[in-house]
């Protein structure tokens, strides 16, 4: 499972551990451009059943520390994800990112415990401060 | 027992009036065009009744008197012709001409404006269903164009601005794509427009705008086409009708995932069009009433039911046929066959 832990090198000041779930390439490759930027490492996977593969694999089950979700996505969707973080890592806060506004979708997500809603196209500044925030929330839980 | 009530009706004239009752009565199975007659032999309607195989008869009197006609229909709106046919018929027959004539003609045209409105109002409701679609489609390059210009707005290393540019580029076309594969397919059908469609193209065209309405994540597309299939259309109708039912057929595989297939052949000098899914099947008793309009399986404000009935009515207005086989639990294959037009025409 070592191609999911790109980016992080020993000695390199790493400010946290996200993963992007998005079907499409573009979308991952644009947000992990943006975060890398900020010191975060990130995976990435293409779906939710992949997510659910990669937040499982080794250490991830420890260090991971913001999931940013999709939701219109194949094989397992992003609302299946994402119950399955809330209710299998609930340490690790999740962040949703689609495409798509829709009040009622957010609000039963906020309601499931997910800490942010950003609809795209979201400026590199406002998802930074996005897992900032998520990455204060998780040290506050483990507190 | 019953006799079948059967009009043999003959038309003398072959303009516009003539054009649009060929149209219309050919599709009534009760009706039998006979003939149709006009001094023109350049008049539109002449063309038509070729197309249909409707017999196009020089001589007028032959027309009205020996073809066993039991209704005359006079849309030349010539008085000198409504007395001539008055006074030449056979006795047994009756004759539809003046003021008559001029009604029905004004029924036929409110008639063919009302089929027109409702098949665009049925586009227009479906349309709505396309949001959640349209928006991640669009939304997501947005994402990768603002993602890329805030990069390359620090960006130092030359290749890599020349590449993100590009990709930017990219990303600008397809989103300008959706704008217009859906306007083509929203704008409203113009009349009287048939002319060779590749059912294969379409069918392509349509697999793209009927994302917008469902997802086709997990969703195996199978094409059989063979090259070079066309049928004589309004492109735009024939757009609808591929869309509607590979939206249906996507829609039955929602809770079960499965396969779509997408079909085209010449057999028989005919031309053949499948569309085929492994959904949930449609119930044995259902299946007569499908094409009827406003019957719907969907959840009220999801379906207007009027997709398949309007794809019937387009089907048959190309002189095609539809059929329909279906398995509960096992799938749904949608039969549409044309006749070879062009060869014959």
């Known amino acids: ?143 | 027992m019953e006799r079948p009530r059967h009009t043999k009706v003959a038309i003398v004239g072959a303009g516009r009036g003539g054009h649009a009752l060929l149209d219309l009565l050919h599709r009534v199975p009760s009706i039998e065009i006979i003939g149709i007659a006009d001094r023109d032999p350049a008049a539109l309607g002449l063309q038509r009744a070729h197309e249909l195989h409707i017999p196009v008869i020089t001589d007028v009197l032959d027309l009205i008197r020996n073809h066993g006609a039991s209704l005359i229909m006079d849309v030349t709106d010539d008085p000198e012709m409504e007395a001539y046919l008055h006074a030449h018929r056979p006795p047994t027959t009756d004759i539809l001409s003046g003021s008559s004539s001029r009604l029905l003609w004004e029924l036929v045209q409110h008639e063919s404006k009302l089929e027109a409105e409702l098949l665009q109002s049925e586009k227009l409701a479906g349309i709505g269903s396309f949001a959640a679609g349209i928006a991640h489609d669009i939304n997501n390059p947005l994402q990768l164009i603002l993602g890329l210009s805030e990069n390359l707005a620090e960006e130092r290393d030359l290749a890599a601005v020349h590449e993100q540019a590009r990709d930017i580029i990219e990303a600008v076309k397809r989103t300008s794509a959706i704008c217009r594969d859906l306007t083509r397919y929203s704008r409203r059908a113009s009349p009287h427009e048939d002319v060779p469609v590749s059912v294969n193209g379409k069918l392509d065209e349509a697999l793209r705008i009927a994302r917008y309405a469902s997802s086709f994540h997990d969703i195996e597309i199978i094409k059989h086409y063979q090259p070079g299939v066309a049928v004589l259309g309004n492109p735009d109708e024939l757009l609808h009708v591929f869309v509607n039912l590979i939206t249906n057929a996507v829609h039955a595989m929602e809770q079960t995932r499965g396969t779509l297939t997408l079909e085209t052949a010449v057999l028989h000098g005919e031309i053949n069009v499948r569309i085929s899914d492994t959904g949930c099947g449609i119930a044995p008793e259902k299946i007569p009433e499908i094409f009827e309009p406003f019957f719907t399986t969907k959840a009220p404000g999801k379906g207007t039911g009027l997709g398949l009935y309007n794809v019937k009515t387009i089907v048959n207005k190309m002189h095609g046929v539809i059929a329909v086989d279906s398995q509960i639990e096992k799938g749904t294959t949608f039969t549409l066959i044309f006749p070879n037009r062009e060869l014959t025409g």
Do not use: H
Not at chain 1, 91 to 112: C, E, K, N, W
């Open chain 1, 1 to 143: 499972m070592s191609e999911f832990r790109s980016g992080s090198f020993i000695g390199e000041a790493c400010e946290g551990r996200v993963l992007v779930v998005d079907d499409e390439p573009d979308i991952r490759k644009v947000v992990k451009m943006t975060l890398q930027k900020a010191g975060y490492e990130v995976l990435e996977a293409e779906n939710g059943e992949k997510a659910i593969e990669v937040i499982n694999s080794g250490e991830n089950r420890l260090l991971l520390d913001v999931v940013i979700c999709d939701i219109r996505m194949p094989k397992i969707n992003g609302a299946e994800a994402v119950a399955y973080f809330r209710t299998n890592y609930p340490r690790v806060p999740v962040i949703v990112l689609t495409g798509f506004p829709d009040t009622d979708m957010a609000t039963s997500f906020l309601r499931q415990g997910v800490v942010d809603y950003l609809v795209k196209p979201v400026e590199g500044e406002k998802l930074r401060a996005a897992v900032a925030r998520a990455m204060d929330q998780r040290e506050l839980a483990r507190l």
